[in-house]
């Protein structure tokens, strides 16, 4: 446990997650969903919700498909993963 | 200020004021350092255990407090598996900060220093990284994991 808060440094590297998501704009198309119905229906917080659609938070494979079925489209159509150019 | 946020503020503050609240008190139950019987190491053994109550018991009370006054507040109580990875996370530091302090007594022994070198130490790293634990969690929930 120790070695590894030494080792690994990218731990650190909070909110710098690369997959990014369409979120907003599915809520948007569905009769202006809320963040709150959607936390609803998914079973996880509003804050859960809000920090995915900021991309602060990959969500597990299980809620991401949780979403995707609240909206009815494919996984992909909800979440992509895009790298940045440096890291790429 | 989300309610999660809230939450870990009332945590925080109340492991910062039962610190504060019983390091006085510890402070004047003090022994005296001339002489390192028996009863020295019984008052540290006793001070570490009343200590772990009094912020079990400071942590209820302000927690108690808290969903009595954000009763009404819409946002759920429940916790889900964002709450879940940044407990994670900052436990896992918090378990790093006191086997370090844990370190550090040990070697307060090796080189001979005062016994209450070591119980002073692990204290404070036991504190320390209670309050640094929460602060984290704070620090996540605003910047993401």
């Not at chain 2, 005062?114 to 130490?121: A, Y």
Request: net charge negative.
């Amino acid at each position: 446990m120790f070695y590894s808060f030494i080792i690994t440094g990218e731990e650190f590297e909070v909110g710098k997650s690369f997959v990014r998501n369409n979120i907003r704009k599915l809520r948007f198309e569905h009769q202006e969903m809320t963040q709150q119905e959607l936390a609803d229906q998914v079973g996880v917080t509003r804050q859960t919700i809000v920090a995915i659609e900021k991309e602060k938070y990959s969500p597990s494979l299980e809620l991401a498909f949780r979403i995707a079925s609240v909206f009815g489209v494919p996984l992909e159509t909800v979440f992509f993963y895009e790298p940045d150019n440096e890291t790429a | 200020m989300s309610y999660q946020e809230k939450r870990t503020s009332i945590s925080l503050l109340s492991t910062i004021l039962a610190t504060a609240a019983y390091g006085v008190w510890l402070w004047q139950q003090y022994p005296d350092k001339s002489e390192y019987s028996e009863s020295f190491f019984h008052f540290w053994g006793g001070a570490i255990l009343i200590f772990i109550a009094v912020q079990v018991v400071f942590k209820l009370v302000f927690l108690i407090g808290f969903i009595i006054f954000t009763i009404r507040e819409q946002d759920p109580e429940f916790t889900d598996e964002f709450d879940r990875v940044i407990e994670m996370k900052s436990t896992r530091r918090v378990y790093d900060i006191f086997m370090v302090g844990f370190v550090l007594a040990m070697i307060a022994l090796v080189l001979k220093m005062p016994p209450d070198t070591m119980f002073i130490i692990l204290l404070a790293f036991m504190t320390g990284g209670g309050i640094i634990g929460d602060v984290l969690q704070l620090y996540y929930y605003r910047r993401g994991v």
